[in-house]
């Protein structure tokens, strides 16, 4: 809520000079405060998987594993390796993937991925 105070207090600036001392008051402090206790939630991720969980899934293979249990295991290692979301790379059926843009890449570019056998 603050982040989209700042944003509206910005855009005010030129028609309100005092609006930066306005915004930092107070009533608007405790007002802030007020409500993100009543409607704030915390964002809510799974955690991460870890080495141990790609061990489990691995092992958790039958002994003769189909080609769906393989092609799973596959897109899990990929996914974690890669530093991807799995929904990345369900989605496509071809052998690139195109991630449009991420915060290291200072042009905003994108990449492409290509999985080789």
Known sequence: MKLYLLGICAELEPFYPDIWSICSSKLINQMLAGCTKLYGSPAKRKCALTESDLLLIIRSAP????????LFN?????GWHCLLR???LIDHDSANLFLPMHKANRFFEGSTVIFKK
């Open 63 to 70: 002994h003769l594993p189909s080609h769906d249990n393989l």
């Open 74 to 78: 596959a897109i899990v290692l990929v």
């Open 86 to 88: 799995l929904g990345k």
